[in-house]
């Protein structure tokens, strides 16, 4: 058994958290169809990304007036219109959007913003404005759905080392995560010198025969992690992820992600957490990197993803907790804000600009912030409804009005 297969049998059996394993007896009864095979790619940009520095309301005189020191200046910009604009730093996303593959929608956020980092990404992560009553994040409650658990499939994957999010955290434990093709595992207890032993009770576990109740529980788990981890090597051994992405964590999940679709995981969402956005102090050049390495790690995964012929299967969803305040501040940075742009990239997308930008006006802004025009709910629920074949109100507890995102429904 090589190394990645023993890493991951081993933290399947010590887990102190059951994983978030796809049985149907389990799922979430959503009335689907045949099972999909489309695939969702969450960016989490952490720590509240700048969405006036980010798409640029050039055409607003009150922009600059407000950035004497941050504005973007005209001739570093790439226009998207006559009053909106992505940075240059983004031109692998504006090459994307030339080609109807990137979508912005603006003026995103939900009401009664909260600028806690921690809360505010739990009402994201939930899809609820109530998140402390609710224990589960809307991506594992899709992945508990029939039609996208499986008895063989993995549901979800955190591509990087960072903590499992509430995004990913179903009823019956947290999603598998992988740093590296060297380093897959689950969320899981201490490697200790019983690891041996663990794997041969997994081995055991899997092929005995039915029981009851707790053993057949049991019994499960290590069929699922065997079957995960053969399931992951095949599709890296697969794959090929040839573009040239950033030397960056970004970077590489996004390879990963990439070489894991391509090589046919059978995998519904993947998620990416890029941090750095909570740029209170001398914003102008961490921004810049930031932007950077997302627009051309995005713009890679693309390219990668449309050489492999997988690009009629993936939506990629790149969102920020909230964004900054209009005005910058006295340490040339920007403050917790409220409404900020997110962005799509997939192949059916309708429109480079879903949504008008949020007004800069001094009457219009709400305690320094602009107003969110779009509930973040909305973009989530077209996502399950006209991507994935999910009815919202199964995933989200409520139906939403849906965006005009994909130029057909796909």
């Known amino acids: ?8 049998l081993t ?3 010590g887990a102190a958290a059951v994983p978030l394993l796809p049985r149907l007896s389990f799922a979430r009864a959503a009335r689907l169809g045949p099972r999909t095979d489309r695939v969702l790619l969450l960016v ?9 520095n980010t798409v640029v309301p050039y055409g607003h005189d009150r922009y600059y007036a407000l950035r004497s020191t941050l504005g973007i200046a005209r001739g570093d910009l790439l226009p998207l219109g006559p009053e909106i604009a992505l940075r240059q730093e983004l031109r692998g996303l504006k090459a994307l959007a030339d ?6 929608v603006q003026g995103v956020g939900y009401p009664g913003p909260d600028r806690s980092h921690f809360r505010s990404s739990d009402i994201w992560h939930t899809a609820s404005l109530s998140p402390e009553t609710t224990k589960t994040g809307w991506a594992a409650r899709l992945c508990e759905c029939e039609g996208i658990a499986g008895p063989t499939r993995t549901p979800a994957l955190m591509l990087g080392n960072d903590r499992v999010p509430l995004l990913l955290v179903g009823e ?7 740093e590296s093709l060297d380093r897959l595992k689950l969320p899981a207890g201490p490697q200790d010198a019983g690891a041996a032993a663990r794997i041969d009770a997994m081995r055991g576990l899997a092929g005995g025969k039915a029981g009851h109740g707790a053993l057949d529980f049991l019994r499960d788990t290590a069929r699922a992690a065997q079957a995960n981890a053969a399931q992951v090597e095949r599709a890296a051994k697969l794959g090929k992820a040839s573009a040239t992405y950033p030397a960056t964590p970004l970077g590489s999940a996004l390879k990963l992600a990439a070489q894991l679709l391509i090589g046919g995981l059978d995998c519904s969402v993947y998620y990416v957490r890029q941090p750095g956005y909570d740029t209170h102090a001398f914003q102008a050049q961490t921004h810049a990197l930031l932007l950077q390495e997302l627009g051309d790690s995005l713009a890679a995964f693309w390219s990668d993803v449309e050489a492999g012929g997988a690009e009629r299967r993936v939506v990629a969803l790149a969102w920020s ?5 209009v005005e910058e501040n006295g340490s040339r940075g920007t403050d917790h804000g409220a409404a900020a742009p997110l962005f799509l990239v997939g192949e059916e997308l309708a429109a480079p600009v879903v949504g008008a930008h949020p007004s800069l006006e001094e009457k219009e802004l709400e305690d ?4 969110f025009g779009i509930d973040f709910r909305r973009v989530y629920a077209t996502l399950l409804e006209e991507w994935l074949g999910v009815a919202p109100k199964v995933v989200l507890g409520e139906s939403f009005p849906k965006l005009p995102l994909f130029r057909r429904a796909v």
């Open 172 to 178: 019956r434990g947290p999603a598998q995560q992988i």
């Open 321 to 325: 907790e909230f964004g900054r305040r």
């Open 1 to 8: 058994m090589n190394t990645t297969r023993r890493q991951f």
């Open 44 to 52: 989490e940009l952490a720590g509240g990304n700048d969405g006036l």
């Open 11 to 13: 933290a399947a059996l």
């Open 368 to 371: 320094g912030d602009v107003k």
């Open 99 to 104: 080609r109807g593959r990137m979508t912005i």
